[in-house]
């Protein structure tokens, strides 16, 4: 018999034999007749050409080359335990991951905050590295260097699942003080202004300038920045008019600095998903941080 045909069952047979040091208990504690232990020992025993075991009045004692073969035929079955058994729970109290998060800085100012309240309460040893989206980000879905990505990706790469959280739409935000934006925010007005364009990717606003430009919108287009840090000090102190998306222009206007209109131009709303790659799709980790986001960001959510 070759070692390849050492299987599983052999293994057990050996072990259960070593530890009950009976053939009849062994064959109880593995749901198998005797004859079928009589059989296995009898194929173990030509193949390492040993007795291994050797009857006395104490029982199914081991011989001196059997009693070497405890610990390497117990760590064998130890591992095949491991590798082949039920799948490791993820115990968020209890674990120190690092996950990678892609997110817009809109989620990092409105949502991660939440996120860092649950990991306090639920898993205070759990620590998260923010990346922004961006392409290369994307693809570090597949080889993991990224867990997970929450945003709009509308063409993510292959093999990547999606779970809907929130849709999103637009508004216009002008300073408080503007001096020819008060209470409304005509078209006219809208096309009259300067604007401040945020061109950050994963948050929306590139499709909204998309439609915009396929509309054919008049704009007088002053600014252009690459996210939205700092956007509430620009168009506070600035006559400049900036398009963002709602939840981003509530909490700006909070401060009293800062009015949101409804936008003047129809703007498609848009779908904020998370997404992850298939390799990880029943990671026990990757599944209960996707759970815990879209308990905070899901339908039902009240962030704003």
């Not at 990547?160 to 934006?181: G, K, T």
């Not at 998309?210 to 000090?233: C, F, N, S, T, Y």
């Not at 409804?262 to 799709?281: F, G, I, M, T």
């Amino acid at each position: 018999m070759s070692p390849t045909e050492l299987n599983m069952r052999l293994l057990q047979v050996f072990h259960e034999v070593y530890r009950t040091r009976s053939v009849s208990r062994a064959a109880d504690e593995l749901g198998i007749s005797q004859p079928s232990i009589s059989l296995g020992l009898a194929k173990l025993r030509a193949h390492f050409g040993d007795p291994l075991f050797v009857r006395t009045s104490a029982g199914m004692e081991p011989t001196p080359y059997g009693q070497q073969l405890v610990t390497p035929i117990r760590g064998v079955l130890q591992l095949l335990d491991q590798t082949l058994g039920t799948r490791p729970a993820f115990e968020p109290a209890a674990s120190d991951r690092n996950f990678r998060v892609c997110m817009t800085d809109i989620t990092q100012t409105v949502v991660l905050p939440h996120l860092l309240e649950r990991l306090k309460r639920d898993a205070p040893n759990v620590s998260l590295a923010i990346l922004r989206i961006t392409d290369v980000a994307l693809k570090g879905l597949e080889s993991g260097d990224v867990d997970l990505v929450v945003g709009y990706v509308p063409e993510p790469p292959a093999g990547v699942y999606q779970q809907r959280l929130m849709m999103r739409d637009f508004v216009c935000i002008a300073s408080s003080r503007h001096p020819r934006v008060r209470k409304t925010l005509s078209l006219a007005a809208y096309d009259a202004e300067r604007h401040v364009v945020v061109t950050a990717s994963g948050t929306g606003l590139r499709r909204a300038e998309e439609v915009l430009a396929a509309r054919k919108v008049k704009r007088q287009v002053a600014l252009e920045v690459p996210d939205l840090l700092g956007i509430d000090a620009i168009v506070a102190n600035s006559e400049f008019l900036a398009t963002v998306n709602r939840p981003v222009g509530q909490l700006l206007a909070r401060a009293g600095h800062i009015r949101v209109f409804e936008h003047p131009v129809k703007l498609p709303s848009y779908l904020v998903k998370l997404h992850w790659h298939e390799r990880y799709h029943l990671d026990p980790g990757n599944q209960w941080l996707r759970r815990v986001i879209a308990e905070i960001m899901g339908p039902s959510a009240r962030l704003i």
